[in-house]
């Protein structure tokens, strides 16, 4: 699986943007980049997701590199339930192991009031 | 989307004694999959099931240690055996939709294991 490289922490303030990058240098042209958090004592939760074209969602924005080897998950408006694990992931369709998810370390959010 | 109910939520074992996770969703679904999340640690995956057929172990878990069942499209089960201290972890079950590398997967709110 290509491998995905983030910041092990950020802190933000409420009520401000947050910019949350991840490095994927090794990524296949076929590889779709997700993100999912963990808020504590849950289990994770889709954020959003995008191959090559920024995506927006009520959650959050996806922007994309144009070479693809980066991506930044952008929260408009922190808020204090933002506060969470954040992991990047890519997810291959051609693999029969695609469907699962591999995570790595993430980056923990502190979101101060 | 998918809501997942796991049972227990959280238990405290005896070593050497064994534990069944169940989980349940309320849409049947292909695939189930099992994680293990260690203290402070991210989320590994143990196997993926899927209705009719064995269970798929990654590497360093084996069927003996946790055996996976999946009698419908809606229900699995994950027996931790022979238990250690080791073992004391979160086990979350999640479910992908049809279009898995585009759609998202649901997660279980997991059940909390401590191995005495």
């Known amino acids: 699986d290509a491998k995905t490289t983030q910041p092990n922490s950020m802190e933000s303030n409420e009520e401000e943007p947050v910019h949350l990058p991840c490095n994927h240098s090794?990524?296949?042209?076929?590889?779709?980049i997700h993100w999912y958090r963990q808020l504590p004592s849950q289990g994770p939760e889709y954020v959003i997701h995008g191959l090559t074209s920024n995506v927006n969602n009520r959650m959050a924005s996806l922007a994309i590199a144009e070479d693809r080897k980066s991506s930044t998950l952008i929260l408009h408006r922190a808020t204090l339930r933002d506060a969470a694990v954040y992991y990047c992931?890519?997810?291959?369709?051609?693999?029969?192991?695609?469907?699962?998810?591999?995570f790595g370390e993430g980056t923990q959010l502190t979101v101060n009031p | 989307s998918a809501v997942i109910s796991q049972k227990p939520s959280r238990d405290i074992c005896q070593r050497g004694t064994s534990l069944t996770i169940q989980c349940q969703v309320d849409?049947?679904?292909?695939?189930m999959f099992w994680y293990r999340q260690q203290p402070g640690q991210s989320l590994t995956l143990i196997a993926t099931?899927?209705?009719?057929?064995?269970?798929?172990?990654e590497s360093g878990f084996v069927i003996d240690k946790f055996p996976i069942s999946r009698p419908n499209l809606t229900f699995s089960t994950l027996t931790v055996s022979n238990m250690s201290p080791e073992d004391s972890s979160i086990y979350l079950c999640?479910?992908?939709?049809?279009?898995?590398?585009?759609?998202?997967?649901?997660f279980g709110p997991g059940t909390r294991l401590t191995v005495l």
């Open positions: 849409s049947q679904v292909t695939m």
């Open positions: 999640s479910v992908g939709g049809q279009a898995w590398f585009s759609d998202t997967q649901y």
């Open positions: 992931i890519l997810r291959d369709p051609e693999e029969t192991s695609g469907s699962r998810l591999t």
């Open positions: 099931a899927n209705q009719g057929s064995e269970a798929t172990y």
């Open positions: 090794t990524i296949s042209g076929t590889d779709y």
